[in-house]
C-alpha cells in the first residue's frame, strides 16, 4: 500500500511569492491534516479536510488556505509569503470516520524556504 | 482546551543506557494518548497508544503508562540503540464537532551515540 505522498519535497521562494504543496492520501483514507512544523513553534495544527470539507482550523491567517479534491487528494496554498512561513510542512491522512484510532500516517513533508 | 508538556530536550545518551521522557497532559476526561516519532528526514510515525487509564502501550522495546493519577505518560526504553536517534512527539486528540485532530507536544530530540 502506497503511504503519503507530499509534493514537491523542497521548494525555495522569495517573499510575496505564493505555493502550493501538494498531498496524496493513502488509498482509502478521506481525512487529510496539514501542520506546520518549525524549531520555534514546533508541530501547528493548519487545517483538515474530510470528503472535501474543512471541518477544522487552526489559528493561521488567511494566507493558508487549502482545499480537498473529490479523489481525496488535497492542496495548502500558502499566499503573500513571509520569511516566518519557512518551515516543513507535514500532511498525514487517516480513515477519518468510524471509531477514532488517533493514528495520523505522515508524509515526508514538503520543505519551503522563503528568502 | 487540551495541552501537552514535554520534557525539553536534547537528550544524549550512550548506546545501551536507559531512555525516559516525560510528557504530561491537560484534557477533559480520559483521552487516548500517543507518542509519534520522527526519523531523520522523515515524516512521522506512530510509535505507540493507550486508550484508557493503566493501559500500557509498547513497540520496538518502548514502553508508556498511562497514568490518570499524574497526567502523565512517560516514554521508557530499557537499552537505547544508536537507531533510536529521532525525535520523540507526545500528543494526546482534540475533538471539535465532527474535526478531529492531534495536539503534539514540543517534541524531543534523542541522540544516541555508539
Known amino acids: 500500500k502506497a503511504g503519503v505522498t507530499q509534493t514537491p519535497r523542497y521548494l525555495i521562494k522569495t517573499r510575496g511569492q505564493q505555493v502550493t504543496l501538494s498531498c496524496s492520501p493513502i488509498?482509502?483514507?478521506?481525512?487529510v491534516s496539514w501542520y506546520q512544523q518549525t524549531p520555534g513553534q514546533g508541530l501547528q495544527f493548519l487545517f483538515e479536510y474530510f470528503s472535501e470539507t474543512q471541518r477544522n482550523k487552526g489559528n493561521f491567517p488567511g494566507r493558508f488556505s487549502g482545499r480537498q479534491f473529490s479523489n481525496s487528494r488535497s492542496e495548502m496554498n500558502v499566499s503573500t509569503l513571509e520569511l516566518g512561513d519557512s518551515a516543513l510542512y507535514l500532511c498525514a491522512s487517516s480513515l477519518g470516520q468510524g471509531k477514532y484510532t488517533g493514528e495520523l500516517f505522515f508524509g515526508e513533508g514538503s520543505r519551503l524556504t522563503v528568502l | 482546551g487540551n495541552s501537552v508538556t514535554q520534557m525539553e530536550g536534547p537528550v544524549t545518551l550512550s548506546e545501551e543506557a536507559f531512555l525516559t521522557i516525560n510528557c504530561t497532559y491537560t484534557a477533559t476526561g480520559y483521552p487516548s494518548l500517543f507518542w509519534y516519532v520522527q526519523y531523520p528526514g522523515e515524516g512521522l510515525q506512530l510509535l505507540l497508544k493507550?486508550?484508557?487509564?493503566?493501559d500500557k502501550g509498547s513497540n520496538k522495546g518502548f514502553e508508556a503508562t498511562y497514568r490518570k493519577e499524574t497526567t502523565s505518560f512517560h516514554l521508557e526504553k530499557g537499552s537505547v540503540q544508536v537507531s533510536d536517534s529521532a525525535v520523540y512527539f507526545c500528543?494526546?486528540?482534540?475533538?471539535?464537532?465532527?474535526?478531529?485532530?492531534?495536539?503534539f507536544g514540543s517534541g524531543t530530540q534523542l541522540t544516541v551515540l555508539p
Open positions: 500528543a494526546l486528540p482534540y475533538f471539535s464537532g465532527s474535526a478531529r485532530q492531534l495536539t
Open positions: 488509498s482509502g483514507h478521506r481525512s
Open positions: 493507550a486508550t484508557k487509564a493503566d
